[in-house]
């Protein structure tokens, strides 16, 4: 009898040491797998902040060159609109309001290029991904002045530029670009 107390006292140490291993092997497989996640979110962010120096170095140069601007602008505002996708399955890496900066930005050089079609998806895209709006140092609303910008051949502007939060540039060019579009 002692015999069997023994052999089941060694089957029963036998299966507790495996099943502690296991557990020691499962923690540890969830630690490395944490360390590759936080690698991969390390990894993301550099890329995510090198893209968009890059775009904002084309803006950079875009301003500063005449004959050039609109590919430049049209090149940075890709560059910034491809930025925000390396991060779009975690937005939370990276703070909103820095997203809604870049996002306008990317709006603004499209706009800036004549690329009003890409101009108009990219809004929509802003529109539907953030909740808010940005103000500029004016006090005139991003999405009012986009808004107005992109629609501004409409029929239904007439004399609705001082109803909506625009910059005073916009409204004044609007009405210049209405005034001449008439004679």
């Not at 709006?133 to 991003?142: A, E």
């Not at 986009?146 to 007439?158: C, R």
């Amino acid at each position: 009898m002692k015999i069997k107390n023994y052999q089941f006292l060694i089957i029963a140490f036998t299966c507790a040491t495996l099943s502690a291993c296991n557990v020691i092997d499962n923690n540890h497989s969830a630690r490395i797998q944490t360390k590759i996640n936080d690698i991969k979110i390390s990894n993301n962010l550099r890329s995510y902040s090198e893209c968009i120096e890059d775009g904002k170095n084309f803006d950079s140069l875009a301003s500063s060159k005449y004959s050039e601007a609109d590919s430049l602008y049209n090149k940075s505002a890709k560059i910034l609109y491809d930025c925000d996708l390396l991060i779009r399955e975690n937005p939370y890496m990276i703070d909103e309001g820095e997203r809604m900066k870049n996002a306008a930005l990317s709006i603004q050089n499209y706009i800036k290029a004549g690329n009003l079609i890409q101009a108009s998806l990219n809004f929509q895209d802003f529109q539907n991904t953030f909740d808010k709006d940005l103000i500029y140092r004016d006090g005139s609303s991003f999405t009012e002045n986009v808004k107005t910008i992109l629609s501004h051949n409409s029929a239904n502007l007439h004399n609705k530029f001082a109803l909506t939060n625009n910059s005073r540039l916009v409204r004044s060019e609007l009405k210049r670009a209405d005034y001449w579009s008439k004679n």
